[in-house]
């Protein structure tokens, strides 16, 4: 079943060094009616992030230039751009140092796709509560 929303056309920025990953990610978004820009690694998204102005960062944490000074990166360029992180080493500690940069949600890998949609949807609309 499709999910609801009034974000059509919003450009979600894509960071992850998995081609198969990016393009499930991307297809995804699409059935979302989402726009999507791509980067491979830390310093494509930053630059990414200059060019375009996303409407939302999803993002691996572990990949070339990655890492916690990345996102705080993206989030000293872009305060105001929601930021969903997607990692496999998703322990308790991760997840409060992703949070304390400003991380809206954090996802453990694999994903669930529902769970992403839902994120997604809920970031975007301004209601999404992190859960713990």
């Known amino acids: 079943m499709p999910v609801r929303h009034n974000h059509q056309g ?13 393009s499930l990610l991307r297809d995804v978004l699409y059935e979302l009616g989402l726009q999507v820009a791509e980067a491979t690694d830390g310093n494509g998204a930053i630059q990414q992030i200059r060019d375009v102005e996303p409407h939302l960062v999803l993002t691996d944490l572990r990949m070339p230039a990655g890492g916690f000074e990345y996102v705080r990166t993206m989030r000293a360029l872009s305060p105001s751009c929601p930021i969903i992180l997607m990692t496999a080493f998703g322990d308790h500690h ?23 949609q839902r994120a997604i949807i809920g970031i975007l609309d301004g209601e999404w509560e992190p859960s713990d």
Request: charged fraction near 30%; aromatic fraction near 6%; proline fraction near 3%.
């Open 94 to 116: 991760t997840k409060a140092e992703a949070l304390a940069c400003g991380v809206q949600a954090f996802l453990t890998k694999p994903v669930s796709l529902a769970n992403l």
């Open 10 to 22: 919003k450009l979600v920025l894509v960071v992850d060094d998995d081609d198969d990953y990016r």
